[in-house]
């Protein structure tokens, strides 16, 4: 009888022939997007309720480009006051004293706690409170007063429910960065005879910036659309501006489009500059390298596997 092969001379199996993977609800979803989109583009080109030419004609228009300007100035010292504050509450916060830490707890709970309008209202309308403010000795002398009407216009009005309202929440933004670093750093630095304040600024906080900006970037970008929300005291800003003109002209669909182009593009422009802010906080990681960097040029391997 013939002897049986060895297992090494049998013969191999034929390689499998691989069969891509058919995705036809993908496809289906593209074709029903395209035509939903090829439907939305159809209408805003013929529908002449849209009344581009109105939407032309004030797009630059004197009134709405001032109502514009006092949207950027509120939304960037808005931001400012939220992320001073902030930082401080968050350093409040992480205090072992127990004064400061719940002095901040009670400022979020009660600021986060109640709506962005009535807090506008309230600062709007505090002369019916206090008609007059002042400085001094408690049950003593005053200093100093102030007739509240003159000390808090609408702008201050606007900028104290903005600016207080954001610190409370850029205060857990920031307070989530601090405890994303590693408590040893803190430690290292007190090693070293760093002071608290000094660990914060030079060591702790650099660190916790690759986590605080992009939820720093959102909360901008939120703030610029937040800042509409000031028509219920009456400041001239962007969407005033265009509530005023159509009130009299009655071309409301017009001029709520204006408004809306303005608030997109000043919102792209936040979202390309927030792009960039991280990238500069996340060197040193993955997520903030570019594609250049993920991927080392073949000399750079060469050199890796050499001295492998």
Known sequence: MAA?????????????E????RHP???LAVAVLAVLAAMFV???????NFRWPIVAQYLFSPPILNGLQNTLILTVLSM???IVGGVALAVMRLSPNPVLSGVSAVYIWLFRGTPLIAQLLFWNFLAALYPRLSLGIPFGPEFVSFDTNQLINQFAACLLGLGLNEAAYMAEIVRGG???VDQGQSEAAGALGMSRAQTLRRIVLPQAMRVIIPP???ETISMLKTTSLVVVIGYFELLTSAQRIYSVN?????LLIVVAIWYLALTSLLSVGQYYVERYYGRGTNRGQTGARLFPRRDQQQAAGAHG
Request: no cysteine; charged share 20%.
């Open 4 to 16: 049986e092969p060895l297992p090494l001379e049998k013969e191999r199996p034929k390689p499998i």
């Open 250 to 254: 009655f071309q409301t669909i017009p």
């Open 178 to 180: 601090l405890q994303s």
């Open 42 to 48: 159809n209408t805003v080109i013929t529908n002449d």
């Open 216 to 218: 720093t970037g959102n």
């Open 80 to 82: 400012l006051i939220g």
């Open 18 to 21: 691989a069969v891509p993977v």
């Open 25 to 27: 609800g993908r496809w």
